[in-house]
């Protein structure tokens, strides 16, 4: 990158943050809502440890109740505040802690990679009958793919956090993959903002085909899983072939 090039980045940056200063700003009571917003991260970090330390008594108890845990691995993260910023401008939302709270469901977020499709219906159900966690949506991009491809299920949900002034319940969003999905979303993510977002048709319809053929994976390995499974004499009912 030239000098001039990196000097008119910077700069364009530096726009881009006076314009997200100025629409903090331009609320009255902008200082309360700053202190407020300091409290957030920590607020949803606990809420992410809540879920995690849920999540591993969900894995230790598979794998003592059925030898084999299905979860390959979890990911969580916290929202950046300026992506935050954005998405609320996006879907047209005033800047307050009110409506971050109310519209903005993935503050808090958690990636959990399972082994099987099956693994993951199996999981949310479970999640569905929980006392200590409210499912408070549930998008199935598995069952509908998005028109890219794209597979996933994602679920709204609250965990519940004991603080001085009472019981809170924090939002967060978990998406449930397989490890076949996970790697084409993780594909699709880096040639997506490769190509600036704007992705060639070629390109766009090669996508679709690699989703159709990790969808053939995933169910491939699930008849094996079950074949093996019958002729071990150790088939549980879960692991009856999809739609049944």
């Not at 499912?135 to 509908?144: F, H, N, P, R, W």
């Not at 998005?146 to 965990?159: E, F, R, T």
Request: glycine residues 4%; charged residues 30%; hydrophobic residues 40%.
């Amino acid at each position: 990158m030239k000098e001039d090039d990196s000097t008119q980045v910077t700069l364009n940056q530096l726009q881009v943050h006076v314009k997200d200063l100025q629409t903090w700003q331009s609320s009255e009571d902008f200082a309360r809502q700053v202190e407020d917003f300091k409290t957030l991260p920590a607020l949803y970090r606990h809420a992410l440890n809540e879920l995690e330390n849920k999540i591993d008594v969900i894995k230790t108890e598979w794998q003592v109740r059925d030898g084999y845990c299905p979860i390959e691995h979890i990911k969580s993260r916290i929202k950046e505040p300026k992506s935050i910023l954005k998405k609320m401008q996006r879907k047209g939302h005033e800047f307050t802690l009110e409506n971050m709270e109310l519209h903005i469901h993935d503050i808090a977020g958690m990636r959990i990679v399972c082994a099987f499709v099956k693994d993951i219906y199996r999981l949310v159900d479970h999640l569905c009958v929980r006392e200590d966690i409210r499912v408070l949506e549930i998008k199935d991009y598995i069952a509908q793919p998005k028109p890219n491809g794209y597979q996933s299920l994602h679920v709204i949900i609250a965990i519940p956090l004991v603080l001085l002034d009472g019981t809170r319940w924090v939002k967060a969003e978990i998406q449930l993959r397989t490890l076949a999905m996970d790697f084409w979303a993780s594909m699709e993510h880096i040639l997506y903002y490769k190509f600036d977002k704007q992705l060639p048709p070629h390109v766009a319809e090669e996508l679709k085909e690699a989703a159709r053929a990790a969808d053939e994976l995933d169910q491939k390995m699930l008849r094996l899983r079950s074949e093996i499974l019958e002729l071990s004499g150790g088939s549980r009912p879960t692991d009856s072939p999809a739609g049944e």
